[in-house]
C-alpha cells in the first residue's frame, strides 16, 4: 500500500446560490483499483472559508460537500457550496487521499 496525499484549493468568486467548481489532482503513479474494479481514492474537506457579502443573519445557511470521482493517475474533486444569506466569495481546500500502484 503507498498511500498518497494531496491538497486542492478552489476559489470562490462573488457567488449566489450553489456553485459547483471542479479541479484535477494528478499523481505520479496510477491508482490502485479495488474488487470491484473502482479506483481507491477519497476527499475530505481540509477548510473552508465562506464571506458573505452583505448582512449575515442568523437564520442563513451555509452549505459545503467535496465528492470525486478518479481513473488512471488522477481526480476529479468536485466543491460544491451554498449560502442562503445571499452574494459570497471564499475558498475551499480538499485534502485527496488515493492509494498508488508500486
Known amino acids: 500500500m503507498a498511500l498518497a ?3 486542492a484549493t478552489v476559489t470562490i468568486l462573488d457567488e449566489t446560490g ?6 484535477t489532482v494528478t499523481f505520479p503513479r496510477e491508482i490502485k483499483k479495488d474488487a470491484q474494479d473502482r479506483p481507491i481514492a477519497q476527499v475530505a474537506i ?11 443573519r442568523p ?5 459545503v460537500t467535496a465528492s ?3 481513473g488512471g493517475d488522477s481526480v476529479v ?3 460544491k457550496t451554498n449560502y442562503s444569506g445571499g452574494a459570497y466569495t471564499g475558498e475551499v481546500t480538499v485534502l485527496v487521499i488515493a ?3 508500486d
Not at 18 to 23: I, R, W, Y
Open 77 to 79: 474533486v468536485r466543491v
Open 5 to 7: 496525499f494531496q491538497t
Open 59 to 63: 437564520t442563513d445557511i451555509m452549505q
Open 99 to 101: 492509494d498508488l500502484r
Open 68 to 70: 470525486s470521482r478518479s
Open 46 to 56: 481540509q477548510s473552508f472559508k465562506l464571506d458573505l457579502l452583505g448582512n449575515a
Open 18 to 23: 450553489v456553485e459547483t467548481k471542479e479541479t
